[in-house]
């Protein structure tokens, strides 16, 4: 047990009648971090972080908010705040009001009230606006009203369920931004549950990617993109293309063309044999053959992305997908049918168990 | 191109003149007669004449002062306990109901599918001196040997509170129905316990339902003459008993016409204060 984690989640299992939604799971959430559960709907992660908000009580298993257990405890018993989904704002009282709700139930003073609601209404950019209510705002600026209204609770954990969501996608790249300087700021340790993978690579300091209940697999944004743990994980985040083999050596795999690719040492992880998947990311692949694995192919299809071309070429073991940057103006594109070598190094590949 | 094409803008005012001929017909028009008729002196044998007659309010006033504030002390206690008993059934069929919910609607109207009158008349049955109700609370003590319920306030006020409870339990449900259940998450996540989060969000957010309520509870409670009819005695006679008995009795339609008027518009005035005392601003979210 780590003395700095705020959130700790020991075999937590929570059913629904007959459904499992949450299965055994252990979590650790470091202090201060950014921390974000990532996975498709009904995966968990929103029922895991209900039962940390305590809207949900976990069927097994305990929740720490750091040295103490609140398991079992109501939401207004926890440290811990939520910015929801809809931003739940309380269309009858003003922006004011929506804010200081929390500050005011836990018996803060008047002048105290007026000064921490007033600082975090400015922190939101939302200064000036006490009076208004909710719905005489736009969604971006209901989403900060959400965001301060948790926030001047200075909670020790702050809980987002998809909270840009319902925001356009300009928006929401702003947003984004914002949420990291405000965590910046604080230091408050931020939970967020998202489906979107940009969101949670381009905000979270460690990512649970789930799947069934379960984390599939714990770590920062790039460990987890360039290692994937699962083919699971290596199709949830971002685009891969796996190249079904049988182990043929320490550092070996053996595709289905017959041709043998060399992986790095300790990709295998002890492997020796039995079913794999060697994979590669699209922009890891090279369109010539100066690599140390070589694949031969034609190409079926092309889209210019204007940061990127994308090709797909067809090989003998699969079609693969390959993302080439637009890096010089006029690069010229391959036209559907050309003939070409693929080829990567064996230290951008990763290896995961055959599905 | 036909003249409401070219007219469009009519169309509005077309769509609202068969209520504005309804009012009319039915409302400005009858209105208009009870003030002219109010205003009136002589009896039924040699005929009405419009004499400006202000004294029949002075009159009307003095003589019946005593049931025209008895019935809106009768109807202010129904509403009162109208409301108490119908905001907690309302609540617990918005958010308890789930899948019964339409069919404890229909209980909640059951009672209208039998005619008032006769409703009225079964309260008669039930509060009898020898009924099972008096009976009972005799036996507790609560009432006295020869205590008992009919012909009583109380059975007034219970009546008129029974026969307009689906007038208070409807409105109430439709607003409560339509609170949403994430805010009341939203507000024990800031530190409200349950009774908190009531009193802050859902109860602030039921206020429409509350007016709606408490005006379609009040106003035909204050003028009702049934309840006080069957159910009590002339000690427990309403400004209702008093206009039917004047205009249909005694056919003193001058008097009868200046109560009716004083009725509504003290019923007008009560409505005034009480929408400025619950905030017309909150009752509009």
């Known amino acids: 047990m780590s003395a700095t984690a705020d959130v700790r989640l020991e075999r937590v299992t929570k059913h629904f009648e007959d459904v499992v939604a949450v299965d055994d799971l252990s979590l650790e959430i470091p202090s201060g971090s950014f921390f974000a559960m990532l996975g498709p709907s009904g995966c968990g992660k929103t029922t895991t972080l209900r039962m940390i908000g305590g809207f949900e009580q976990p069927s097994e298993g305990r929740i720490f908010l750091g040295e103490s257990d609140v398991t079992g405890l109501p939401p207004y018993r926890r440290a811990v705040n939520t910015v929801f989904q809809s931003y739940a704002l309380f269309p009858h009282l003003s922006l004011f009001e929506n804010v200081a709700f929390g500050l005011r139930r836990k018996g803060v003073k008047g002048d105290e009230v007026k000064k921490r609601t007033r600082e975090m209404l400015e922190l939101v950019g939302l200064g000036g606006f006490e009076k208004r209510r909710p719905r005489q705002l736009s969604g971006g600026q209901q989403q900060r009203v959400a965001l301060a209204r948790a926030l001047v609770n200075r909670p020790r954990v702050l809980l987002l369920d998809e909270p840009l969501g319902a925001l356009d996608l300009k928006l929401r790249r702003q947003m984004q931004l914002e949420l990291k300087r405000i965590q910046n700021e604080l230091k408050i340790t931020f939970v967020h549950v998202t489906h979107d993978q940009e969101e949670a690579m381009s905000m979270a300091d460690q990512i649970a990617i789930m799947n069934g209940g379960r984390i599939e697999q714990l770590g920062g944004p790039a460990d987890l993109y360039e290692k994937p743990a699962t083919a699971f994980v290596a199709g949830f985040l971002g685009a891969s293309n796996l190249l079904d083999g049988e182990v043929c050596g320490a550092d070996a795999v053996r595709i289905a063309d017959g041709t043998v690719l060399r992986v790095a040492a300790g990709a295998l992880a002890g492997r020796t044999g039995g079913s794999v998947a060697v994979g590669v990311r699209p922009e890891k692949l090279r369109l010539d053959a100066s690599g140390v694995n070589v694949l031969r192919g034609t190409v079926t299809e092309t889209s210019y992305v204007g940061v990127s071309t994308q090709y797909i070429v067809e090989t003998p073991a699969a079609d693969l997908v390959v993302y080439v940057q637009n890096a010089a103006p006029g690069a010229g594109t391959l036209a559907p049918g050309s003939a070409v070598s693929l080829s990567f190094d064996p230290e951008v590949a990763f290896v995961v168990d055959h599905v | ?285």
């Open chain 2, 1 to 285: 191109m036909g003249f409401l094409h070219r007219h469009r803008w009519l169309t509005p005012y077309g769509l609202l003149a068969a209520g504005l001929g309804w009012l009319a017909v039915f409302f400005v028009v009858p209105m208009y007669y009870l003030a002219a008729t109010s205003l009136k002196s002589g009896d039924i044998d040699f005929g009405y004449a419009f004499t400006w007659a202000w004294g029949n309010y002075a009159h009307a006033l003095g003589r019946y002062q005593e049931q025209l504030l008895r019935s809106l002390e009768y109807a202010g206690i129904a509403t009162l306990a109208a409301f108490l008993i119908s905001y907690p059934l309302a609540y617990w069929i918005a958010f308890r109901g789930g899948r019964w919910k339409n069919v404890l609607l229909l209980l909640v109207i059951a009672p209208f599918f039998v005619t008032y009158l006769i409703r009225t008349l079964a309260w008669q049955t039930i509060l009898a001196d020898d009924g099972p109700v008096a009976g009972f609370l005799r036996t507790i003590g609560v009432l006295g040997a020869d205590g008992r319920l009919l012909a009583t306030s109380f059975a007034v006020v219970a009546g008129i509170t029974y026969n307009f409870l689906p007038f208070m339990a409807l409105p109430l449900y439709a607003s409560l129905e339509q609170v949403d259940k994430r805010l009341v998450e939203a507000a024990e996540d800031l530190y409200a316990s349950r009774p908190v989060a009531f009193f802050k969000v859902t109860f602030p957010l039921s206020l429409p339902g509350v007016f709606a309520g408490t005006m379609l509870t009040f106003i035909p409670a204050a003028g009702d003459f049934i309840n006080a009819q069957l159910l009590g005695t002339p000690q427990q006679a309403m400004i209702g008993n008093v206009i039917q008995s004047r205009f249909l009795v005694l056919n003193d339609y001058p008097e009868a016409s200046a109560l009716s008027l004083v009725l509504m518009l003290a019923i007008v005035g009560i409505v005034v204060v009480y929408a400025r005392a619950l905030g017309t601003e909150r009752l509009g979210t």
